[in-house]
């Protein structure tokens, strides 16, 4: 499966941005999520959903704030909606897809898009 990220930008705190994660291929069956690299740091997971869209989860930090939803039958697209922004949201998002659901680690992703930045002004 091929991922392109895409919708990053240049928000002030507070404000929202949503990403878009375009998948091409094989994509029947994958969880998606999404993961974050701010400079100097790991990456970390943000969020991910199943398939079907019915089951997502969310990593502390974001939770109440961030919503993943996917469109499989027409743009074969995952979303990430980010509002009330703060500082420490800004990295690069990279979209990913997984065979496994409930997992955290990237190594549990197999095809990963190539990021998007994302840099929220104080």
């Known amino acids: 499966v091929q991922l392109q990220a895409s919708g990053g930008g240049l928000v002030q705190a507070g404000g929202s941005l949503r990403l878009s994660c375009a998948a091409s291929?094989?994509?029947?069956?994958?969880?998606m999520g999404w993961f974050r690299q701010a400079p100097g740091k790991e990456r970390e997971f943000v969020a991910a959903i199943s398939w079907s869209g019915d089951y997502t989860y969310y990593a502390d930090s974001v939770k109440g704030r961030f919503t993943i939803s996917r469109d499989n039958a027409a743009k074969n697209t995952v979303y990430l909606q980010m509002n009330s922004l703060k500082s420490e949201d800004t990295a690069v998002y990279y979209c990913?897809?997984?065979?496994?659901?409930?997992?955290?680690?990237?190594?549990?992703?197999?095809?990963w898009g190539q990021g998007t930045l994302v840099t929220v002004s104080s």
């Open positions: 990913a897809a997984s065979s496994s659901y409930g997992s955290v680690v990237p190594s549990a992703y197999h095809s």
């Open positions: 291929g094989r994509t029947f069956g994958y969880v």
